[in-house]
């Protein structure tokens, strides 16, 4: 069993950067494979960005690269998100997810918005 925490979602001015991070508890988390997702209102959920579990490979979506690059700690059992160049349309609920095998474990989110 997994449980994430998100944090560090807020209001931004667009051209501004976040840092969002992704706290996990329980003894599996070094063997998640993470990513961040996000959700903006009356649209379904997203993918953003996902690291493997010794954080060595990464992968963005197209809408993202170049701007976000994701990052893990496994000894702090902590996932982030720099977010840099944000857009309006990068407003959105932030969620990040753990995969082991077939299982996902989801965290509540987070709030970004970014102002025009």
């Known amino acids: 069993q997994v449980q994430l925490v998100e944090s560090g979602g807020g209001l931004v001015q667009a051209g501004g950067s976040l840092r969002l991070s992704c706290v996990a508890s329980?003894?599996?988390?070094?063997?998640?494979?993470m990513g961040w997702f996000r959700q903006a209102p009356g649209k379904e959920r997203e993918f953003v960005a996902a690291i493997s579990w010794s954080g060595g490979s990464t992968y963005y979506a197209d809408s993202v690269k170049a701007r976000f690059t994701a990052s893990r700690d496994n000894a702090k059992n902590t996932i982030y998100l720099q977010m840099n160049g944000l857009k309006p349309e990068d407003t959105a609920v932030y969620y990040c997810r753990c995969t082991i095998l077939t299982r996902f474990y989801w965290g509540q989110g987070t709030q970004v918005t970014v102002s025009s």
């Open positions: 329980g003894r599996t988390f070094s063997s998640c494979n």
